[in-house]
C-alpha cells in the first residue's frame, strides 16, 4: 500500500474560492451538481488539475460552460486543458451516488431513514471530485432538493437563506456558510428530526440560535447537551475570549457513526451516545462523556475550524489542543479542588492505559506523525490525549495567563489559515519571550517529532551533617519503530518534599525543568530525610521511575498536599503488590498485606476525603496497566491476580464497605454534578464489592440487596452498578436481572449497548464469555453494521476483556479474526480499530505469543483487505 509522507508536503497547485453545490437527495442515486470557482495557485507551477474523487459515477465535466477533455486515473479526475494565467474559471462536475448502499459511514449516507455526511478526514471526496485536503479553503453555498413528507428537515453549514417548494412533493433549502472552510468540514444532514431551540445573547452581545436535532422521541434527552453547549460558550469567552462566529449553532444525533461526534461548521454531528441522556436511560459516565464531546466539537470552531490543519501530519494541532481545551473545561465545570483533580486522574488513567501502550507497541509514531498508509488509522490517543499533553506542558511552562496569551496571538497571526504545529508552539513561545518555553523552544518540540513513552529517573540523597537533600532527575526513551535513538526531552517536573510527618517543607514545592539527560536539584536546610513527592499533578506524560519505599508512598497516600500524588501513591503500593504475586511461582494467593488493606481502610474512612476521590484510590489497577510494567504477559495469571487482589479487598474491608454503602445513599432528584455522581460511584463500588465478598461466603442478603437496588434505581447509574455487581460477581441473580432489563429498555438503543457491553465484558468463569458473545451475535437486537453495537459487544470482549480474550486454546483470537475480516468487508475504519486489539502481541507468554501472532497473519493473508486494516496488521507482524 502507497505511503503518505510528510516531507513530501507541496502547496495546492489550484486554489478553490467558492462552491456552489446542489444536490437531488435519494437514497438509491443522489444527483450532486458541484460549480466551482478555481485560480492557479501563482506559487505553485502550472500543472494538471487533479480531484480526488471515490466511489462516484461521473455524468458531466464543463469548464467555464463548455464541454471538456479529462481523464480519470485511478481514483483522480484530471484535467489538462485549463485555461491559462491567474484568472478564476468555473468547473461543474455532475456526479451521482449511492447514499443507501454506503455501509462506510463516510461520505453521504442514510441512517435509519436520515442522510447524513462525515468527510473528515478524506469522504468529502465520496461526495464529489474535489481537491480533498485541509489547506484548500473555500466559501460553500449548498442547496439540498428532496421529498418533503420523508425529508422535511435539510440541513448544512452556516445560514439559512431560502427555502420553499418544489413540484411532486419535493421542497429545497439553501444555505450559506459565511466563513471560508477546509472541505473536511462540510456536513448536510437530511431527514424527519425534531429540535430542542434555545436563544442566547452571548457577553458581547451577538444573538444567536441553538438548536439540537434528534429523532421525534428523543426530545427529552437533549437538556443535557443543550446546557454543556451553552456552558462551552460561556466559558470560551470567558477562558480565551472566543466568542461563538455563526448565527445559528446546530447539533444533530444519529446512530450511525464511526467515532463519536464531528465539528462540521455550525453543523455539528453527534454520535447518539453523545447527546442523549435522561437519568433513567444515562449514567453519570454518560452524562460527562456528553459535557466533554459537546465542549470538544464546540471549542474546535475555533481550533481546528477558523484555523485549521496545513495537512493531516498537523492533525494534533487541532485534536491535541482541543482535548486540552475540553479537559480544562471539564475541570473548571467541575469546581472544587478536588473534583478537578478527580477528572485530571481520570485523564491521565486513559493515557497511560491506552497511550502508553500504543507508544510502546508497534502503532508507535510522534504526535505529529511522519507518514501514514491511511489516515484514518492516526485517530489515535497518541495525537489526541498525548497531543494533549504537550500543549498542557506548554502552559506548565508559560503559565496560565501566558498561555491565553499565547492563544490570542495564535489567532491573531494565523486566522483563517491552515498551519502546522510548530506555527502553534511558536506563537505560545512568542507570546512568552522570557519563559522556559522560549528558551527551550526548539529542543521542546521534540515532543512532536519523536514517539515513544520518555522514563524520568528519580533518586534522592540526604546529607544529614549538611542538611541538604538532593534529588538527581534523568530521562531516557526507549526505541520505537524507526527512531533507534531519542534526544532529551524537556519535561516539567512539579515536585515537593514532605517531612516524615506528612507535612510539606516549605519552600520546597517547585517546577523543575528537566532538559538535560541528568539534572540535580539540591534542598538546603533539611532536618530529616524527606519523602518526595514527584511529579505531581502528572506534570508531563512519562514513566516516573524512583525506588520509593513502601513507608514513604504510604506517607504520600496519607499527607500529599497534591492529590494526584496521593491517589498515585495508593496505585504504585498495588502495583508492587500486583506483580510480585504475578511474578511469584506460587499459586496466586492473598497478593494484598495488611498495611495495603489498613490504608485502603483508611481512605475509604476518611471523612475530609470526597466520596469520588475514594473510589478511584479503592480502585486497583487494570489487567492492562499491569500487564505493561511486565517483559513477558501472561493475561490469565494476571487476571487471576487482579481478582485475588479484588476478593481481599472486598473481604478484608467488608465492615467498611457496609458502611461506605450506606453512608451513601441520596434519594432525591438526580443530579449528573461531582458530588453526587461521586456518592453514587463509591456506593457502586462498595456494592460491586459487597457481592463480591458474599460470593464466597454464600451469603445471600447482598446480592439479594442488589436486586432490590437494581429494581427500585431512581436512575441509570445506581441501576447498571447493581446489575454489574450482580453479573460481576457471578451471582444466580444476574441471569433474571439481565432478564428484566433487556424488558424494560426495549426500544433504547442506548441503554441495549450497555446490556451487550456488561455481558461481553463480565469476568471470565470457566471460559464462559465466548460461547455467550457469539450466542449475543445471535439476538435480534444485535446489528454488526451499526458502529455502537459493534462496538459494544465485540470490542468490549476484544478490547476490554483481557482474562475471557486471551483463552489458552486461542479461540478468542480466531473469533477476532473472524470479526476483523467480516467488519472490513464493510466498514474499514471500524475494523481497523479492532485490529488493534492484538498491538502487544510480541509482550504475550507462549502459548498466547504464537496463536495471536497466527491470528494476526491470517487476517494479513487475505488478499483484498482495506488500506486501514492493511496498514494495522502489517505493523503488527514487522
Ligand atoms: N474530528 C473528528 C474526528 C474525525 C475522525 C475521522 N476518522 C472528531 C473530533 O475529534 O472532534
Ligand atoms: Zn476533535
Known amino acids: 500500500t502507497p505511503v503518505v509522507k510528510r516531507e513530501d508536503y507541496a502547496a495546492p497547485a489550484f486554489l478553490v474560492d467558492s462552491v456552489d453545490l446542489c444536490f437531488d437527495l435519494d437514497p438509491a442515486k443522489t444527483r450532486v451538481l458541484n460549480k ?22 461521473l455524468a458531466r465535466v464543463l469548464v467555464n460552460g463548455e464541454g471538456s477533455s479529462f481523464k480519470l486515473e485511478g481514483k483522480q479526475l484530471v484535467l489538462e486543458k485549463l485555461p491559462e494565467g491567474e484568472e478564476p474559471f468555473e468547473l461543474e462536475i455532475f456526479t451521482t451516488c449511492a447514499p443507501a448502499k454506503n455501509s462506510k459511514l463516510m461520505g453521504l449516507y442514510v441512517s435509519q431513514g436520515t442522510f447524513f455526511t462525515q468527510c473528515e478526514a478524506e469522504g468529502f471526496r465520496r461526495i464529489t471530485y474535489f481537491l480533498d485536503r485541509p489547506d484548500v479553503m473555500a466559501s460553500y453555498q449548498v442547496t439540498l432538493r428532496a421529498d418533503k413528507a420523508a425529508y422535511p428537515v435539510l440541513l448544512s453549514n452556516g445560514n439559512l437563506v431560502e427555502q420553499g417548494d418544489l413540484d411532486d412533493g419535493r421542497h429545497y433549502a439553501r444555505w450559506v456558510d459565511p466563513h471560508k472552510k477546509p472541505c473536511y468540514l462540510f456536513a448536510l444532514v437530511a431527514g424527519q428530526l425534531v429540535a430542542r431551540e434555545q436563544r442566547i445573547r452571548s457577553r458581547s452581545g451577538g444573538e444567536h440560535l441553538l438548536q439540537v436535532y434528534v429523532r421525534p422521541g428523543d426530545l427529552d434527552k437533549t437538556e443535557h447537551a443543550m446546557n454543556s453547549l451553552m456552558a462551552s460558550i460561556a466559558w470560551d469567552e470567558a477562558r480565551f475570549g472566543l466568542p461563538l462566529d455563526l448565527e445559528r449553532f446546530m447539533i444533530v444525533a444519529t446512530s450511525d457513526f464511526n467515532m463519536g461526534a464531528m465539528e462540521n461548521k455550525g453543523l455539528n454531528i453527534f454520535n447518539t451516545k453523545y447527546v442523549l441522556a435522561n437519568p433513567a436511560t444515562a449514567t453519570d459516565a454518560d452524562y460527562a462523556g456528553i459535557e466533554s464531546v459537546v465542549g470538544h466539537e464546540y471549542f474546535h470552531n475555533w481550533t481546528g475550524n477558523r484555523v485549521t490543519c496545513r495537512d ?9 489542543l482541543t482535548v486540552f481545551r475540553d479537559q480544562e473545561f471539564s475541570m473548571d465545570m467541575a469546581g472544587s479542588v478536588s473534583a478537578r483533580a478527580v477528572k485530571r486522574i481520570e485523564d491521565v488513567r486513559v493515557l497511560r492505559s491506552a497511550q502508553f501502550p500504543e507508544d510502546a507497541g508497534p502503532m508507535a509514531h510522534p504526535v505529529r506523525p511522519d507518514q501514514y498508509a491511511e489516515i484514518n488509522n492516526f485517530y489515535t490517543v497518541t495525537i489526541y490525549e498525548k497531543g494533549s499533553e504537550v500543549v498542557r506542558m506548554q502552559q506548565t511552562l508559560v503559565g496560565r495567563e501566558g498561555f491565553a496569551r499565547g492563544m490570542k496571538l495564535y489567532f491573531e497571526r494565523h486566522d483563517g489559515q491552515a498551519v502546522t504545529c510548530d506555527d502553534f508552539a511558536q506563537a505560545i513561545a512568542d507570546a512568552n519571550p522570557d519563559s522556559e518555553l522560549a528558551r527551550l523552544l526548539p529542543q521542546f518540540k521534540r515532543w512532536y517529532s519523536q514517539a515513544g513513552t520518555p522514563r524520568l529517573h528519580a533518586s534522592g540523597y540526604f546529607d544529614a551533617e549538611a542538611r541538604r537533600y538532593t534529588l538527581t532527575l534523568g530521562q531516557s526513551c526507549p526505541a520505537t519503530p524507526g527512531q533507534p535513538s531519542k534526544k532529551a526531552f524537556v519535561i516539567p517536573v512539579a515536585l515537593g518534599l514532605l517531612d516524615a510527618q506528612g507535612r510539606e517543607i516549605e519552600g520546597s514545592a517547585r517546577t523543575v525543568v528537566l532538559s538535560e539527560t541528568s539534572q540535580t536539584v539540591v534542598f538546603e536546610g533539611i532536618d530529616a530525610a524527606p ?24 506517607t504520600l497516600l496519607a499527607h500529599d498536599s497534591d492529590p494526584f500524588n496521593r491517589w498515585e501513591a495508593g496505585q504504585r503500593l498495588a502495583l508492587r503488590r500486583a506483580l510480585a504475586a504475578v511474578q511469584s511461582a506460587d499459586a496466586v494467593h492473598q497478593p494484598l498485606d495488611a498495611a495495603y488493606l489498613d490504608a485502603m481502610r483508611a481512605i475509604l474512612r476518611a471523612p475530609e476525603l470526597d466520596a469520588a476521590f475514594k473510589e478511584l484510590v479503592l480502585t486497583l489497577p487494570g489487567e492492562g496497566y499491569i500487564a505493561e510494567q511486565l517483559d513477558e504477559v501472561d493475561p490469565q495469571r494476571i487476571h487471576a491476580v487482579r481478582e485475588a487482589m479484588r476478593e481481599q479487598l472486598a473481604h478484608a474491608l467488608q465492615e467498611d464497605w457496609i458502611q461506605a454503602f450506606e453512608a451513601h445513599q441520596d434519594n432525591g432528584a438526580f443530579r449528573p454534578d461531582p458530588v453526587s455522581s461521586g456518592r453514587r460511584a463509591l456506593a457502586g463500588l462498595a456494592l460491586n464489592m459487597l457481592c463480591l465478598a458474599a460470593r464466597e461466603n454464600g451469603n445471600p442478603v447482598w446480592p439479594g440487596k442488589a436486586l432490590q437496588r437494581f429494581k427500585d434505581a431512581g436512575n441509570m447509574t445506581d441501576r447498571v452498578n447493581a446489575l454489574s455487581a450482580l453479573v460481576g460477581s457471578g451471582s444466580a441473580l444476574a441471569q433474571p436481572a439481565l432478564e428484566r432489563f433487556h424488558a424494560l429498555f426495549k426500544g433504547e438503543e442506548l441503554v441495549l449497548d450497555k446490556w451487550f457491553a456488561l455481558q461481553a465484558g463480565a469476568p471470565d468463569r470457566g471460559g464462559n464469555i465466548l460461547p455467550l458473545v457469539k450466542q449475543l451475535m445471535q439476538h435480534p437486537d444485535f446489528h454488526l453494521r451499526n458502529p455502537n453495537r459493534a462496538r459494544s459487544l465485540i470490542f468490549s470482549y476484544c478490547n476490554a476483556n483481557p482474562g475471557a480474550f486471551h483463552r489458552v486454546d486461542a479461540a478468542g483470537y480466531r473469533f477476532w479474526s473472524e470479526r476483523v475480516l467480516e467488519i ?55
Open 531 to 554: 519523602v518526595p513527592s514527584i511529579l505531581r499533578g502528572f506534570s508531563a506524560p512519562v514513566i516516573l521511575e524512583h525506588d520509593s519505599s513502601d513507608a514513604e508512598l504510604l
Open 36 to 57: 466551482m470557482r478555481l485560480r492557479r495557485n501563482p506559487a505553485v507551477a502550472a500543472q494538471p488539475l487533479r480531484l480526488d474523487g471515490e466511489d462516484l459515477n
Open 312 to 320: 493531516w501530519f498537523q492533525l494534533s494541532l487541532k485534536e491535541g
Open 824 to 878: 472490513d468487508a464493510f466498514n474499514p475504519q471500524v475494523a481497523a480499530r479492532l485490529a488493534r486489539a492484538l498491538d502487544r502481541w510480541k509482550k504475550l507468554a507462549e502459548p498466547y505469543r504464537s496463536a495471536a501472532r497466527e491470528a494476526i497473519a491470517r487476517v494479513a493473508a487475505k488478499a483484498d483487505l482495506s488500506n486501514d486494516v492493511r496498514e494495522v496488521v502489517t505493523r503488527a507482524l514487522a
